[in-house]
């Protein structure tokens, strides 16, 4: 007899308190390579830049995060706009749109005086949730209502880390303050620290930084490695996926691996 069982939504929030650190770029690529290996992927925008809202091609979006958040009643399901990648909607790949600046720092002042302000997110997931295998919330460095949200509804978290003593001081603060939200220890959250944008190069740096990951998280660093590349800054002008405007370059391959590393830590 077999017996059919229910996959749990992993809701993975990326995040660091650091600002550059390749937050976005890693929700809005590993977002799109979960999709092509078939799982059902929503983006979340919570970064008060829009840069994944953008990525996407959804700036112009008619509903955003906040209509949901704001109140109880929206049909959040309204706010899901499929990602356009290469000028076609994908269907495995959504995006909820965040705003520019001036708008979310306002909705931040305006979810204060909200009951359940720091529940709103999770409360809606709940209603949509069964629909996908992953939710990604980028995020931006700050600490906020928005914020809260974020980790809140999270089931996991995705810290990508140059290895610099202020990005790694990051993950470490953006860590305590889960564990203040979450009433948790620790070894009770569920994470992976990824290194980013490191370069081959820099020598002093490639020790300092893994030798900081061995030591303090031998068990949470990821096996992949995302190298310091042009192909990224390329891509992300042209709101394209690394590996959709390049996919022979070596580093088109990087998300890949860690979207197979990600989908394997259940
Ligand atoms: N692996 C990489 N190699 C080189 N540049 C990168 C890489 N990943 C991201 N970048 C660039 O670094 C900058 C910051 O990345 P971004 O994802 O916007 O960071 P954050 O969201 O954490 O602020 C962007 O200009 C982006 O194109
Ligand atoms: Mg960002």
């Known amino acids: 007899m077999t017996t059919s069982m229910k996959l749990l939504t992993r809701i993975i929030m ?3 308190r650091k600002g550059g650190v390749t937050k976005t770029t890693t929700t809005v690529n590993l977002g799109y390579e979960l999709s092509q290996h078939g799982k ?20 112009d979006s008619e509903f955003y995060i906040g209509d949901a958040l704001l ?24 995006i909820i749109p965040g705003r520019r600046g001036d708008i979310m720092t306002k909705l931040d002042m305006d979810m204060i005086s909200l009951t359940r302000r720091e529940e709103r997110l999770k409360l809606h997931l709940d209603k949509i949730k069964d629909n996908y295998d ?49 009433f948790v220890e620790e070894e009770e959250i569920k994470f992976m620290v990824v290194p980013s944008k490191i370069s081959k ?60 590393e990600v989908i394997a830590n259940v």
Request: aromatic share 10%.
């Open 40 to 59: 059902r992927v929503l983006v979340l925008d919570f970064d008060g830049q829009g840069d994944s809202t953008k990525f996407y091609g959804r700036e």
């Open 71 to 94: 109140d109880r009643k929206f049909d959040i399901t309204k706010a899901i706009y499929p990602a356009i990648i290469n000028d076609i909607e994908q269907e495995n790949l959504h």
């Open 14 to 16: 990326i995040g660091c």
């Open 201 to 260: 190069t820099a020598k002093k740096a490639l020790d300092y930084g893994t030798g900081y990951l061995a030591e303090r998280w031998p068990n949470n660093t990821a096996n992949t490695t995302i190298w310091d590349r042009s192909l990224f800054t390329e891509a992300e002008m042209e709101h394209e996926p690394a590996s959709v405007i390049n996919r022979g370059h070596v580093a088109a391959r990087y998300y890949k691996e860690l979207a197979k």
């Open 134 to 182: 992953f939710i990604l919330i980028d995020t931006n460095p700050g600490t906020s209502v928005l914020g809260l949200n974020a980790v809140m509804a999270a089931t996991e978290y995705l810290f990508p880390t140059e290895y610099k003593e202020h990005s790694l001081d990051g993950v470490e603060t953006l860590l305590e303050h889960i564990q203040d939200v979450k």
